[in-house]
């Protein structure tokens, strides 16, 4: 479908793309909640072949195996990284532990997919990029929102050039988060920017394709929250030229859902780019993303707006894993290489250098 020779929305691939192979074993470090809600259900749908699974926690090894008709539950880490079956490694452990758990997956010559935050400081994940690229192995990052319908809609159509010049880029939430569903995240310091807008900062950079050159952000607490760490973000991005990033996120709503929003735009010189992410409406089982664009590129200039199909969660779990499955199939880098996503963990401490020192942080701070 072309209009003028301008391909439309429905010739943009949007959809998690999958190797031809997907034989290639998986095995999985941590039976945790994100692993049963979204990796595995996400493996299932995209027909990847997950060999074994290991946790700390054996129940919660077996329990999943059982769930998911899972060959092995190993009874130790040794056994899992010496199975010759398996070629790729998920670890999807708390950060704190995933330095050490690297170099263990690396050692035994297995690529691996790591969680987000890929560190809980600049250093822990400078280290692991470190490793991976001494090993010689190929490291990604299941920071997945960049495969969410919306989001990856939004870089096609950017790369496309139908914006132009791209201008601003904004995503803004206002949503009721009971951060209390998982005790540990009310006991930290850092929390908003680290384990949730990380995902926007790494969305808004993967749609303009460039870092920005510096941020300036501020963090907030609701009166008598719970929890210790910041639950209301503002994060302003200045990049080079005349390019400007936004987010604006707000866990603490006190009236019901039918006021919730999360949006995205885009905007730039010939088009606008705006739309909704489904997984923060009708929650917890959320809703389609939704997306409209325009562009003085395409004739006559009118709003476009494609239904999209999957969600964040768990569709977009395909997306990183797919992407490492391709990146060995073809053998090129992925593109959440852990390389590639020390941009993003330098925005998440760029961030909060700029709460802490109330000053604009330039991420070349972060070496
Ligand atoms: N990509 C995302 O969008 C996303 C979403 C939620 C959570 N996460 C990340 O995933 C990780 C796990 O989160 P969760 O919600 O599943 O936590 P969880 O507490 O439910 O599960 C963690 C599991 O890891 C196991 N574990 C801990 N240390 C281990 C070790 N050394 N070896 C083997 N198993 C070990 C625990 O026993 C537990 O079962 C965290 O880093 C979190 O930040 C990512």
Same mark, same amino acid.
Request: aromatic share 10%.
């Given at each position: 479908?072309?209009?003028?020779?301008?391909?439309?929305?429905?010739?943009?691939?949007?959809?998690?793309?999958l190797?031809?192979?997907?034989?290639?074993?998986?095995?999985?470090?941590?039976?945790?909640?994100?692993?049963q809600?979204?990796?595995?259900?996400?493996?299932?749908?995209?027909?990847f072949?997950?060999?074994?699974? &290991?946790?700390?926690?054996?129940?919660?090894?077996?329990? /999943?195996?059982?769930?998911?008709?899972?060959?092995?539950a190993?009874? +130790?880490?040794?056994? /899992?990284?010496?199975?010759?079956?398996?070629?790729?490694?998920?670890?999807?452990?708390?950060?704190? &532990?995933?330095?050490?758990?690297v170099?263990?997956?690396?050692?035994?010559?297995?690529?691996?997919?790591?969680?987000?935050?890929?560190?809980e +400081?600049?250093?822990?994940?400078?280290?692991?990029a470190?490793?991976?690229?001494?090993?010689?192995?190929?490291?990604?990052?299941?920071?997945?929102?960049?495969?969410?319908?919306?989001?990856?809609?939004?870089?096609?159509?950017?790369?496309?050039?139908?914006?132009?010049?791209?201008?601003?880029? +904004?995503?803004?939430?206002?949503?009721?988060?009971?951060?209390?569903?998982?005790?540990?995240?009310?006991?930290?310091?850092?929390?908003?920017v680290?384990?949730h807008?990380?995902?926007?900062?790494?969305s808004?950079r993967?749609?303009l394709?460039?870092?920005?050159?510096?941020?300036y952000?501020?963090?907030?607490?609701?009166?008598?929250?719970?929890?210790?760490?910041?639950?209301?973000?503002?994060?302003?991005?200045?990049?080079?030229?005349?390019?400007?990033?936004?987010?604006?996120?707000?866990?603490?709503h006190?009236?019901?859902?039918?006021?919730?929003?999360?949006?995205?735009?885009?905007?730039?010189?010939?088009?606008?780019?705006?739309?909704?992410?489904?997984?923060?409406?009708?929650y917890?089982?959320?809703?389609?993303?939704?997306?409209?664009y /325009?562009?003085?590129?395409i004739?006559?200039?009118?709003?476009?707006?494609?239904?999209?199909?999957? *969600?964040?969660?768990?569709?977009?779990?395909?997306?990183?894993?797919?992407?490492?499955?391709?990146?060995?199939?073809?053998?090129?880098?992925?593109?959440?290489?852990? /390389?590639?996503?020390?941009?993003t963990?330098?925005?998440?401490?760029?961030?909060? *250098?700029?709460?802490?020192?109330?000053?604009?942080?330039?991420?070349?701070?972060?070496?």
């Amino acid at each position: 479908m072309t209009n003028q020779g301008i391909p439309q929305m429905m010739d943009i691939d949007y959809k998690p793309k999958l190797p031809k192979n997907k034989s290639i074993g998986i095995g999985i470090i941590g039976a945790g909640a994100i692993v049963q809600a979204c990796h595995l259900p996400a493996y299932r749908m995209a027909g990847f072949n997950v060999i074994g699974i &290991y946790d700390v926690n054996r129940e919660r090894a077996l329990a /999943l195996s059982e769930e998911f008709g899972i060959r092995h539950a190993f009874h +130790s880490l040794e056994d /899992l990284l010496k199975n010759p079956e398996i070629e790729v490694v998920d670890i999807a452990i708390p950060a704190k &532990y995933q330095p050490d758990m690297v170099e263990r997956v690396a050692a035994a010559g297995k690529h691996l997919l790591c969680q987000k935050p890929l560190g809980e +400081s600049y250093e822990d994940a400078k280290r692991i990029a470190d490793t991976v690229t001494a090993a010689g192995v190929k490291g990604a990052v299941n920071q997945q929102m960049r495969w969410s319908p919306g989001i990856k809609a939004s870089q096609l159509i950017v790369q496309n050039g139908w914006l132009g010049e791209v201008t601003q880029a +904004s995503i803004q939430v206002n949503v009721l988060t009971e951060w209390e569903q998982w005790p540990w995240i009310t006991k930290i310091d850092r929390l908003e920017v680290m384990y949730h807008s990380i995902h926007y900062l790494d969305s808004i950079r993967s749609v303009l394709g460039k870092a920005p050159e510096y941020i300036y952000a501020d963090g907030a607490k609701f009166p008598e929250q719970s929890s210790r760490g910041e639950t209301r973000t503002m994060i302003h991005m200045k990049f080079l030229g005349e390019t400007r990033g936004l987010i604006h996120d707000n866990h603490n709503h006190i009236a019901g859902q039918d006021d919730w929003y999360a949006t995205f735009r885009f905007e730039g010189t010939e088009g606008i780019i705006k739309g909704t992410n489904g997984a923060l409406y009708n929650y917890p089982e959320g809703r389609e993303d939704t997306i409209h664009y /325009l562009s003085k590129k395409i004739d006559p200039l009118q709003w476009h707006s494609p239904e999209l199909e999957g *969600r964040w969660f768990p569709d977009a779990f395909m997306g990183t894993m797919g992407e490492l499955l391709l990146s060995i199939e073809e053998g090129r880098e992925p593109e959440n290489s852990v /390389l590639d996503n020390l941009d993003t963990i330098r925005m998440v401490f760029a961030s909060y *250098r700029s709460m802490e020192e109330n000053r604009p942080v330039w991420l070349n701070e972060f070496r």
